[in-house]
Each structure stands twice: as structure tokens, then as C-alpha cells.
């Protein structure tokens, strides 16, 4: 079985999300969010599917923060769920 990482990106105006293998660091899958990763992915399994998630938005130290730091995201508050192949 393949080992995978699941890492979050920021970057000065957009947020994203990749895994990568484990044993070589090449990224494997990468989608862009609606904002920054506000907490821990959290990954379950349904009927044998499994699945991650991750919750976007600005909490109320990071709306103080990014500014202050020049960056910009997005500011979408949102729940993201994705199917793992």
C-alpha cells in the first residue's frame, strides 16, 4: 500500500491543497480551496470508501494575521470532501 501525505499551501493569494508520496515527496494530487485550511484534515470511511476533509475560512486569528503578513486569500468558509481512488 502506497504511503501518502496530505499537505496545505498558501501562498500570497491562493490556498491549496496536495497529497504526495511518502517515500519520494513527489506531489500525486493538488486542487485549489476557496480560502486557508483552518484546522486538521480529518479522513473517515464509508461502505469502504474513504474519504478526507478539510474546513477553509478565516478564523479570528488568521483575519488578523494574513493582513498583517501581506497575504490575501480567498476568504470562503467552506467544508471541502474528497473521495480517495
Excluded at 36 to 58: C, D, F, H, K
Excluded at 63 to 83: C, D, E, K, S, Y
Aim: with cysteine.
Amino acid at each position: 500500500m502506497k504511503k501518502i501525505l496530505f499537505c496545505a499551501m498558501l501562498t500570497v493569494s491562493a490556498a491549496a491543497l496536495a497529497t504526495a508520496d511518502a517515500d519520494t515527496g513527489k506531489i500525486l494530487w493538488e486542487t485549489t480551496l476557496g480560502g486557508p485550511i483552518q484546522n486538521s484534515t480529518i479522513t473517515y470511511r464509508v461502505n469502504g470508501r474513504q474519504y478526507i476533509a478539510v474546513v477553509t475560512g478565516l478564523g479570528s486569528i488568521t483575519a488578523n494575521l494574513f493582513p498583517q503578513a501581506g497575504i490575501n486569500p480567498q476568504r470562503n468558509n467552506a467544508i471541502h470532501v474528497f473521495a480517495l481512488p
